[in-house]
Protein backbone atom coordinates (compact mmCIF):
# COMPACT_ATOMS: atom_id res chain seq x y z
CA UNK A 1 0.00 0.00 0.00
CA UNK A 2 1.39 3.60 -0.86
CA UNK A 3 1.61 6.07 1.42
CA UNK A 4 -0.37 9.31 1.36
CA UNK A 5 1.99 11.32 1.36
CA UNK A 6 5.63 9.40 1.14
CA UNK A 7 8.04 12.26 1.80
CA UNK A 8 6.44 12.64 4.95
CA UNK A 9 8.27 11.31 8.01
CA UNK A 10 5.80 12.95 10.88
CA UNK A 11 2.71 10.96 11.15
CA UNK A 12 0.74 14.02 12.28
CA UNK A 13 0.73 16.24 9.10
CA UNK A 14 0.19 15.75 5.39
CA UNK A 15 2.89 17.86 3.33
CA UNK A 16 1.08 17.34 0.47
CA UNK A 17 -1.90 19.64 1.17
CA UNK A 18 0.50 22.98 2.23
CA UNK A 19 -0.04 25.91 -0.22
CA UNK A 20 2.17 28.47 0.74
CA UNK A 21 5.90 28.75 0.81
CA UNK A 22 6.34 30.03 3.73
CA UNK A 23 3.60 27.12 5.43
CA UNK A 24 6.34 24.83 3.87
CA UNK A 25 9.16 26.05 5.75
CA UNK A 26 7.46 25.56 8.77
CA UNK A 27 5.78 22.15 7.67
CA UNK A 28 9.42 21.08 7.15
CA UNK A 29 10.42 21.87 10.16
CA UNK A 30 7.56 19.91 11.94
CA UNK A 31 7.94 16.75 9.83
CA UNK A 32 11.69 16.63 10.85
CA UNK A 33 10.69 17.49 14.91
CA UNK A 34 8.16 14.54 14.56
CA UNK A 35 5.04 15.75 16.68
CA UNK A 36 2.08 17.18 17.03
CA UNK A 37 1.74 21.32 15.53
CA UNK A 38 -1.55 21.82 17.48
CA UNK A 39 -0.91 19.54 20.54
CA UNK A 40 -0.85 22.51 23.29
CA UNK A 41 2.55 21.14 24.34
CA UNK A 42 3.69 22.24 20.56
CA UNK A 43 1.26 24.81 19.35
CA UNK A 44 3.14 28.28 20.73
CA UNK A 45 6.66 26.64 19.28
CA UNK A 46 4.86 27.00 15.57
CA UNK A 47 2.18 29.11 15.54
CA UNK A 48 2.73 32.71 15.95
CA UNK A 49 -0.73 34.21 15.85
CA UNK A 50 -2.50 35.50 19.49
CA UNK A 51 -5.02 33.19 21.15
CA UNK A 52 -8.21 34.41 20.93
CA UNK A 53 -9.93 32.30 23.34
CA UNK A 54 -8.96 28.94 25.36
CA UNK A 55 -12.12 27.27 26.12
CA UNK A 56 -12.67 23.47 27.89
CA UNK A 57 -12.08 21.83 24.38
CA UNK A 58 -11.49 24.70 21.98
CA UNK A 59 -8.06 27.23 21.44
CA UNK A 60 -9.42 29.78 19.30
CA UNK A 61 -6.69 31.66 17.02
CA UNK A 62 -6.46 33.64 13.41
CA UNK A 63 -5.34 31.06 11.19
CA UNK A 64 -1.41 31.82 10.76
CA UNK A 65 -1.59 30.86 7.05
CA UNK A 66 -4.85 32.20 5.74
CA UNK A 67 -6.36 31.60 2.29
CA UNK A 68 -6.42 33.93 -0.19
CA UNK A 69 -9.00 36.31 -1.13
CA UNK A 70 -11.06 36.09 3.19
CA UNK A 71 -11.53 39.11 5.49
CA UNK A 72 -11.69 36.25 8.09
CA UNK A 73 -10.10 33.35 9.20
CA UNK A 74 -10.56 32.15 12.63
CA UNK A 75 -9.49 28.41 13.09
CA UNK A 76 -10.47 26.77 16.64
CA UNK A 77 -8.20 23.42 17.48
CA UNK A 78 -9.53 20.83 19.72
CA UNK A 79 -7.47 20.90 23.06
CA UNK A 80 -7.00 17.02 23.18
CA UNK A 81 -5.26 15.29 20.28
CA UNK A 82 -7.68 13.22 18.40
CA UNK A 83 -8.40 13.49 14.63
CA UNK A 84 -12.00 12.16 13.99
CA UNK A 85 -14.82 14.10 14.74
CA UNK A 86 -16.24 10.73 16.64
CA UNK A 87 -13.94 11.11 19.49
CA UNK A 88 -15.44 14.67 20.22
CA UNK A 89 -16.76 15.17 23.55
CA UNK A 90 -20.57 16.45 22.87
CA UNK A 91 -20.59 19.32 24.54
CA UNK A 92 -17.45 20.56 22.34
CA UNK A 93 -19.74 21.26 19.72
CA UNK A 94 -21.72 23.96 22.12
CA UNK A 95 -18.09 25.36 23.10
CA UNK A 96 -17.55 25.73 19.48
CA UNK A 97 -20.28 27.27 18.78
CA UNK A 98 -20.32 30.02 21.28
CA UNK A 99 -16.66 30.70 20.52
CA UNK A 100 -17.35 31.17 16.47
CA UNK A 101 -20.35 33.40 17.34
CA UNK A 102 -18.73 35.80 19.51
CA UNK A 103 -16.05 36.43 17.25
CA UNK A 104 -18.39 36.63 14.31
CA UNK A 105 -20.17 38.90 16.21
CA UNK A 106 -17.04 41.03 17.67
CA UNK A 107 -16.09 41.49 14.12
CA UNK A 108 -19.37 42.04 12.18
CA UNK A 109 -19.03 39.07 9.72
CA UNK A 110 -21.62 39.20 7.34
CA UNK A 111 -21.76 35.75 6.45
CA UNK A 112 -19.25 32.77 5.90
CA UNK A 113 -18.87 29.64 6.86
CA UNK A 114 -17.79 26.71 9.31
CA UNK A 115 -15.72 23.86 8.05
CA UNK A 116 -14.08 21.25 9.82
CA UNK A 117 -11.63 18.43 8.34
CA UNK A 118 -11.31 15.26 10.01
CA UNK A 119 -9.92 11.87 9.61
CA UNK A 120 -7.18 10.45 7.02
CA UNK A 121 -7.08 7.73 4.44
CA UNK A 122 -3.80 6.34 3.82
CA UNK A 123 -3.53 4.61 0.75
CA UNK A 124 -6.17 6.53 -1.15
CA UNK A 125 -5.42 10.45 -0.47
CA UNK A 126 -6.50 12.89 1.67
CA UNK A 127 -9.32 14.86 3.12
CA UNK A 128 -7.51 18.75 2.39
CA UNK A 129 -6.08 18.62 6.20
CA UNK A 130 -2.31 20.11 6.30
CA UNK A 131 -2.66 18.43 10.48
CA UNK A 132 -3.95 15.34 11.46
CA UNK A 133 -5.25 16.82 14.62
CA UNK A 134 -9.12 18.04 14.84
CA UNK A 135 -10.00 21.87 13.91
CA UNK A 136 -12.47 23.85 12.63
CA UNK A 137 -12.05 26.81 10.54
CA UNK A 138 -15.10 30.08 10.85
CA UNK A 139 -14.06 32.00 7.45
CA UNK A 140 -15.83 35.03 5.64
CA UNK A 141 -14.87 34.98 2.09
CA UNK A 142 -14.24 38.54 0.58
CA UNK A 143 -16.82 38.56 -1.90
CA UNK A 144 -15.59 41.76 -3.25
CA UNK A 145 -11.92 39.91 -4.24
CA UNK A 146 -13.28 37.30 -5.65
CA UNK A 147 -14.09 38.11 -10.05
CA UNK A 148 -17.54 37.45 -11.81
CA UNK A 149 -16.09 33.80 -12.63
CA UNK A 150 -15.12 33.05 -9.42
CA UNK A 151 -16.35 31.44 -5.95
CA UNK A 152 -14.46 30.31 -2.60
CA UNK A 153 -14.59 27.23 -2.50
CA UNK A 154 -12.66 24.78 0.67
CA UNK A 155 -11.20 21.35 -0.45
CA UNK A 156 -12.71 18.21 1.80
CA UNK A 157 -10.57 15.92 -0.29
CA UNK A 158 -8.19 14.82 -3.19
CA UNK A 159 -7.01 11.32 -4.29
CA UNK A 160 -3.67 10.40 -3.79
CA UNK A 161 -2.49 11.13 -7.51
CA UNK A 162 -4.32 14.47 -7.25
CA UNK A 163 -2.00 16.77 -9.37
CA UNK A 164 -3.11 20.98 -9.12
CA UNK A 165 -4.57 21.85 -12.35
CA UNK A 166 -2.54 25.46 -13.22
CA UNK A 167 -4.23 28.84 -12.87
CA UNK A 168 -5.80 30.13 -15.85
Known amino acids: MKKDNPENKNKNIILATVRRDDQAKVMGEIDQAG ?51 KDTDPEAGRELFEMFASEAKKRNMRGGGIAIRFGSNPGHGNYGNSVLHLHAHLIEPDLDALGETEAWRFKFGQPENYKKSPKS
Not at 47 to 54: F, G, L, M, S, T
Open 35 to 85: HCPFCQENLLKYHKRPIIQKGKFWTLTENQWPYEKVKHQLLAVYNTHIEHI
